[in-house]
């Protein structure tokens, strides 16, 4: 559905039942989405707005996260940097399960504290398997055991998106630099796209979310970690508001052991580069064909 159609449909329902009953009528849908205001619910698609009416938009956003959280923030919008092409690998041996990557996606992605949600889950797998079926993502105890490894999973931002294609608004797409993205305000909750992930990477938002002040991260990008409304979906875009800057994905600098490597797989000198020309790496579900930009290897 394109932007013309969906604001259409708003604004053909205000103009046919008055200010009262559509008011009424869109009930549901400000319930459900209680803290996206209606200019938010007839705001342009990213892609059609103007620089300086999503100018507007991000002030509009810091003002309103203010007002609800009590702290001031900075919404930027970074923009890929022309031939950049993102990619991430992990090294599934050094890899212990302790977690930090998770806590820290939780931390610096503004998630609900009530959920502890995080884009990222670890899986425990025996050893000498890749038997996904019987990994679980809910162990306990010390780690790393000693019968065990462990698989961090995130969004594998694929060429191949299947969550793109189900979309039935354009709310979801594939940037130049690899990344694929989610416009919050124009998101409609349907959830297709969470169905549509084999790597269960997409969250939704059920609720508000509920952050102190004090531990709101400032640093913000409209597409990626500004807090995101109530019933919307929302994922990892490998931090693009540090690493459009050149800096590196929180997940990857929480990391005690090393274990994830980022870069632009157009530079032949990168890192990534390197572990896809020297280590025997692999993608989860190869047989999909989602040609995911993020890679698993072990040492040898």
């Not at 500004?226 to 459009?244: A, D, N, S, Y």
Request: net charge negative.
């Amino acid at each position: 559905m394109s932007d013309t159609s969906r604001r259409t449909v708003f604004k053909a329902m205000g103009a046919t039942l008055g200010a009262g009953a559509f008011a009424r009528a869109i009930a549901p849908i400000v319930e459900w989405t209680e803290d996206l205001s209606l200019d938010q619910l007839l705001q342009r698609h990213y892609k059609e707005l103007g620089r300086d009416e999503l100018q507007v938009v991000l002030r509009e956003l810091e003002r309103k996260t203010a007002e609800d959280y009590g702290t001031s923030v900075s919404i930027a919008d970074p923009r890929p940097t022309p031939g950049v092409s993102f990619g991430y690998a992990l090294n599934l041996t050094m890899c212990i399960g302790c977690r930090r990557c998770a806590e820290a996606c939780h931390i610096e992605n503004n998630h609900d504290r009530a959920t502890d949600n995080s884009y990222i889950r670890v899986l425990e797998i025996d050893k000498g398997t890749v038997n996904l079926s019987r990994a679980t993502a809910d162990y306990d105890g010390p780690v790393p055991k000693a019968d065990k490894y462990y698989m961090p999973v995130q969004c594998h931002q694929c060429d191949r998106p299947p969550c793109v294609n189900v979309c039935p608004v354009e709310a979801t797409w594939k940037e130049a630099d690899g990344i694929v993205v989610v416009d919050y305000d124009w998101c409609i909750g349907c959830r297709y796209c969470e169905a549509a992930c084999p790597y269960h990477a997409r969250r939704f938002n059920w609720t508000k979310p509920q952050i102190p002040a004090e531990e709101i991260n400032p640093d913000q990008a409209y597409l990626s970690n500004r807090i995101r409304p109530q019933g919307v979906m929302e994922k990892c875009t490998f931090c693009l508001h540090r690493t459009r800057r050149g800096e590196l994905p929180a997940c990857l600098e929480a990391c005690p052991t090393g274990s994830r490597v980022f870069g632009d797989l157009n530079d032949p000198a990168s890192e990534i580069r390197w572990v896809l020309e020297n280590k025997r790496v692999f993608v989860l579900k190869e047989d999909l064909g989602t040609l995911p930009r993020f890679f698993y290897f072990f040492d040898e």
